[in-house]
């Protein structure tokens, strides 16, 4: 396994978040998470991340114990984040955005400025001009380039397609398949339960900080979905 | 559970009881000290108690109302050259013109506040000191009362300020020793009325929005607290103790000069010291810090620079690894509250204010 | 042409001012870390230059160099150690730490070197000047002025050019994010002292070069270096030039006027831009 999580638990002051999260992605796989709002994935992802810091067995990366860890040393690992809400820099340029993303961790392998310049051809373009002032969609995009930058091998994706317009959503999803062909295993916290049972090989369904429902998108029902996320029998 | 916290409550009150009852038996006693103590003795508490009043005040300020001044120091000074200024320019009773240091405090207090409260967390604290600079400047300007160089309170002024005589013949004393006495006595008293006003204020409204608004800002805004001017509030009260306090001060020592009456270290550096130490946002910490103050003064007095490079230290060393002072410390190993503000719970931060 | 002169030398004074700024303009834009023991650390500097100066009969501006990398360490150190551990969302604790500091490095020093008044000696150059168009000006003066302007482009270059400067604006941009990048938040913050603690040194050269020192100066100095800086606006080193200017041209200007108003008169004008422009003269557009 890539990475797996046991029982991990995470809170915010008295406040409980998640209450053991049983989780294991492999490699190359691509896993959507789905839940309502207030479901406990960002803090998820927070935690595998190390933004949240948690006992050391509680994350495990390729058989090593990184629960303790920062974010910086997870990072630098090869686990990367699109965080939510895209989080660009201000002060940094476009180009300058994805740089950092490659700066600490990147050299061998296929992402580099280039390679996501042909992914999304509109950033090149709009290169110089500073990251918040690109449309919604293109600050998404640059965002999943300055995760690739790293060339990581597990990528988290938070939300990609919030407040996006439908087509914009089309093009950023469209990337994924070459996104995945480069061999990187890839998480996906998504509302959109459609769009997630097409894109995902297993989909891992949260209500209020548990995994309420687990499988691949052949073997769930909408019934049985309706139930776990939210909490009632359709 | 909820027994466990009611007994908690009933130690409180009882805690608070206790506190009242020998607060006011050691005014009492502090009243009568003078009776029995040496001179000097009557000078150390003097000294005790005006750095303990400035300490309330400043924690007032930054403490409880997340206004971090280091310019404390123009409202001593421009209290004190008031005081001056009604006995030399209009020929006052030295007592009667301490209030006039107040108000003249506050009157200062309203351009600065203006000024201040533009600015934003560092910048405020930064804004303050500069305008306790143009003070300072501006006053060593005033040339009737000495310039640079300051002046003294003349001779006729202090030979028969109100009280003395009677001081004189009640504990048969010499008369600058009786104008300690009478000095030392103010100073207990208007420690004793900043506390207890503090307390006061902190138990009741001012308390209640202040913790508000220091927990957030905005949800106190949406609440209908008035931000803008609880701060006012707070300076302006703050100004016109530290202007008293000023005022006392310089009674006491009747000379003054710009340098001594604004100075950065005497009266905002060794204060924020005994706030720190001591332990920030309780009323407590302010007395344990003054104590600790004192001895270490007492104790390394002989040693020079190795003093305030010790204090400094030493309020490094207490915001690293007890930030809510020494009596945080004790307050958490015992539980004890002898001011017990309830909204001013334990184990919450202390946010600076914005 | 008597004013002429007085703002020219106004302006070169303000070079002065912003060069005790820059390191706090510095460390100010990127971690929003006030450090009121800034103007001791110059003083401290200054007195290190003086004992290799004096100690190995080096020059001035070699024993700058040899003491700058041992500066660079003790800013690195001490925000390590000290520092990123009150850095937070509250003002308070970080300003009380170096203001604790800053008494603890004045009393050190004054233990140290004792009260009197010192000065880095650089023989004839210290009278030397130039006739510039009809105005004469020192050349200390005009060195002083051309050494910020200096230490602000390399600044800059560092900021905007190369990759740590990239890390220190995503830094000051949003922390978490930034460890989101593998970039280790404190180190960044500890390079960033480390390289003010630099910037130090070199305006340390220039106050011992310049006039008399003694361990209690550092407070007097740091207040006008706040001034440059909050003039100038938050984390804008231009501004800080700037900021520096308005104070220097204020301060010969009031001294022109009356001797004993120099210093008020930079006050003031502080005061006054800061009623006009509570943010500063260039604000970053962010914050
Ligand atoms: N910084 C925080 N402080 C306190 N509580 C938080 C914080 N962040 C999240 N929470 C709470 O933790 C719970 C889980 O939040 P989280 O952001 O992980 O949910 P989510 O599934 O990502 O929701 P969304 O779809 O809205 O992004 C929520 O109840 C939320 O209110
Ligand atoms: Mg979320």
């Known amino acids: 396994m890539l990475l797996q999580t046991h029982g991990l638990t995470a809170s915010y002051g008295q406040f409980k978040a998640l209450f053991g999260i049983d989780l294991a992605v492999a490699k190359g796989e691509c896993l959507a998470i789905i839940g309502a709002n207030g479901a406990g994935k960002t803090t998820l992802l927070r935690s595998i991340t190390g933004v949240l810091r948690n006992a050391p067995g509680m994350v495990m990366h390729r058989g090593e114990a990184i629960g303790d860890l920062p974010a910086d040393r997870v990072m630098q690992r090869g686990i990367a984040m699109v965080p939510e809400g895209r989080k660009l820099f201000p002060s940094l340029s476009v180009e300058e955005n994805l740089l950092i993303g490659g700066q600490v961790r990147g050299g061998s392998g296929p992402w580099g400025l280039e390679a996501i310049y042909d992914l999304f051809p509109i950033l090149r373009e709009r290169r110089r001009s500073p990251g918040t002032a690109l449309s919604g969609g293109q600050q998404q995009m640059v965002a999943i380039g300055r995760a690739l930058m790293s060339n990581p091998d597990l990528l988290l994706c938070d939300e990609i397609s919030l407040g996006l317009a439908p087509v914009v959503i089309r093009d950023i999803y469209a990337a994924l398949p070459r996104i995945r062909a480069s061999g990187m295993a890839v998480v996906i916290v998504e509302q959109d339960i459609a769009r997630a049972l097409s894109v995902a090989d297993r989909v891992v369904c949260m209500m209020e900080g548990r995994i309420t429902l687990e499988g691949t998108p052949a073997q769930l029902n909408r019934a049985q979905i309706h139930a776990a996320y939210f909490g009632e029998a359709a | ?354 | 042409m008597i004013w002429v002169d007085t703002v020219v030398q106004g302006v070169l004074l303000g070079g002065l001012y912003a060069l005790f700024a820059a390191g706090l303009s510095l460390v100010f834009g990127i971690m929003r870390l006030v450090n009121l023991a800034h103007g001791d650390m110059i003083v401290a500097a200054a007195f290190l230059i003086l004992l290799l100066v004096q100690g190995l009969g080096l020059n001035p501006f070699l024993a700058a160099l040899l003491a700058a990398p041992a500066m660079f360490a003790f800013g690195w150190l001490l925000q390590r150690f000290i520092l990123n551990r009150v850095l937070g969302k509250d003002i308070l604790p970080p300003l009380l730490v170096t203001f604790g500091l800053s008494v603890a490095l004045q009393n050190g020093m004054l233990e140290a070197f004792s009260a009197d008044s010192r000065r880095i000696p650089i023989g004839p150059l210290e009278s030397a000047s130039v006739s510039l168009g009809g105005i004469t000006v020192g050349v200390m003066p005009l060195l002083t002025f051309g050494s910020a302007v200096a230490v602000i482009v390399v600044l800059n270059q560092i900021f905007y050019r190369t990759a740590l400067g990239r890390a220190f604006r995503a830094t000051s941009d949003d922390p978490v994010t930034a460890s989101l990048m593998g970039i280790n938040p404190r180190g960044i913050f500890a390079m960033a002292t480390g390289l003010a603690m630099v910037v130090v040194t070199i305006a340390a050269l220039y106050l011992g070069m310049r006039s008399n020192f003694d361990p209690s100066i550092g407070p007097a100095r740091l207040i006008y270096a706040f001034e440059a800086v909050i003039i100038g606006g938050l984390g804008s080193l231009w501004g800080t030039l700037a900021g520096g200017i308005i104070i220097g041209v204020a301060q010969t200007l009031g001294a022109a006027i009356n001797p004993e108003w120099q210093i008020l008169a930079g006050h003031i004008a502080f005061l006054v831009v800061l009623v006009i422009r509570p943010r500063g003269l260039f604000p970053r557009a962010l914050d």
Request: aromatic residues 10%.
């Open chain 2, 1 to 354: 559970m909820e027994k466990g916290q009611r007994m908690k409550i009933v130690t409180r009150t009882r805690a608070g009881t206790i506190t009242g009852l020998m607060v006011v038996v050691l005014v009492l006693a502090g009243l009568a000290l003078p009776a029995v103590a040496p001179r000097s003795l009557i000078q150390d508490l003097f000294f005790i108690l005006t750095m303990l009043s400035l300490a309330q005040v400043w924690n007032l300020l930054a403490g409880y109302g997340g206004l971090v001044s280091v310019g404390q120091q123009a409202f001593v000074g421009i209290g004190a050259y008031a005081m001056f200024a009604m006995v030399i320019l209009f020929g006052w009773d030295p007592v009667p013109a301490v209030l006039v240091g107040g108000v003249a405090a506050v009157i200062l207090a309203v351009p600065t506040a203006f000024f201040a409260f533009r600015l934003q967390g560092a910048y405020f604290a930064i804004g303050t000191w500069v305008i306790a600079e143009v003070t300072r400047l501006l006053v060593a300007q005033w040339k009737a009362l000495g310039g640079g160089t300051g002046t003294s309170l003349p001779r006729e002024a202090t030979s028969d300020i109100m009280g003395v005589e009677l001081i004189r013949t009640l504990f048969d004393v010499r008369e600058a020793a009786a104008r300690d006495i009478l000095a030392y006595w103010l100073a207990l008293i208007l420690t004793v009325c900043i506390i207890g006003g503090i307390y006061w204020l902190l138990k009741n409204r001012l308390g209640l929005a202040l913790a508000a608004v220091r927990d957030n800002t905005e949800a106190a805004r949406s609440v209908g607290i008035d931000t803008t001017r609880l701060k006012w509030a707070v300076f302006l009260i703050a100004a016109f103790a530290t202007g008293l306090i000023g005022a006392l001060i310089y009674v006491q020592t009747a000379r003054i000069s710009p340098d001594a009456a604004f100075s950065l270290t005497d009266w905002t550096a060794y204060v924020i010291f005994i706030v720190v130490i001591g332990g920030i946002g309780t009323l407590e910490g302010p007395i344990i810090g003054v104590i600790v103050f004192f001895v270490l003064q007492s104790a390394l007095s002989d040693y020079g620079a190795w003093y305030l490079l010790t204090l400094g230290l030493l309020a490094i060393a207490v915001m690293l690894f007890a930030p809510k002072g020494l009596w945080g410390l004790i307050a958490a190993r015992t539980g004890l509250r002898l001011f017990p503000v309830q909204r001013r719970l334990v184990g919450h931060d202390i946010n600076g204010g914005k």
